[in-house]
């Protein structure tokens, strides 16, 4: 085997989701399958824990509009649309230098952003 | 904290899934091979994602299999050096605290990585925060199995499981296998806003 890249792109909690969902409901495969049955299983309850288990695409592409002005690094968005942060404490951890690239208000902002594009059931969930 | 890795293998088809679509047993032998299995310097491999080229068939004299080489993309656990993840306290010991994901166990944050000061209490066997709340008093807080932990990933350490020499004195070769995890994580929890989630809750 031979790896060409071993990073060719990054993937969100909610696209892992959306897969490993769907092949564990392809029931032929996973009666064969003993490993993939098994990582696939111990993945997904734990994505069912993280805030993605809410998310729908069409909310995570508003979602990554509205973060365009906060010129954040792929990653940085990549982690905020996974944690779905709902304090500034939160924001600084996962921001680096968020103290001096943004403003008490721009966090404030963007909490406000992740809340009205990721959070939106909370009550019902 | 998921990738796609991109590899490239030849794969063997035996001749009783020629019947099959060739998309199918493909699928179903990368998985088998690489499913639940850590890729050295790649990462923990979860499922296959979509295969991006088959190349042609070969037939070797001898063996009635088919032989495809293939080029896909594979669902691999990596997450990146300072990524925050959340997970749960599997144990505490001397060495640190012991963090599962559920999917991946091997992440230890080390005792220099606590919050500090931190100290392990023998008897409770678990790693207390000793909060200064201050007015000159300590409030324990104590770090228990079960509990849900953020933390920071700092390091990583992959580990190639080379095939033991037979002159290998049989007291090593079981220590050996005890310690040695073939994908290990670092974590850290020294930062405000690191450590269980309880912690934090009303800031």
Known sequence: MEVLKD??????????????????SDKKQKMKQNQLASITYQTVRYLEETPCKRQIPEKIRGFLKALEPYNLTKCEKLTVLNMSPKTPLEIQLII???EDRLTDDEVNSLLQVVANFLGEDEQDG | MFVLAELKDTVRIPPWEFKRKLNDAITDELNRKLANKVYNDVGLCIALHDITKIEESYIFPGDGASHTKVVFRYIVFRPFMEEILIGKIRSCSVDGVHVTLGFFEDIVIPPHKLQHPSRFDQMEQA??????TGDGEKHDLFMDAGEIIRFRVI?????EALPTGPNMSSETETSEAKNTSPYSLGGAIDEQGLGLLTWWENT
């Not at chain 2, 790693?127 to 200064?132: I, N």
């Not at chain 2, 390091?155 to 580990?159: A, D, I, N």
Request: glycine share 0%; net charge negative.
């Open chain 1, 96 to 98: 680096e230098d968020s």
């Open chain 2, 127 to 132: 790693w207390v925060w000793e909060y200064d």
């Open chain 2, 155 to 159: 390091s990583e350490t992959f580990t």
């Open chain 1, 7 to 24: 990073c060719s792109a990054y993937l969100s909690n909610y696209e892992v989701l959306n897969i490993l969902q769907n092949i564990k």
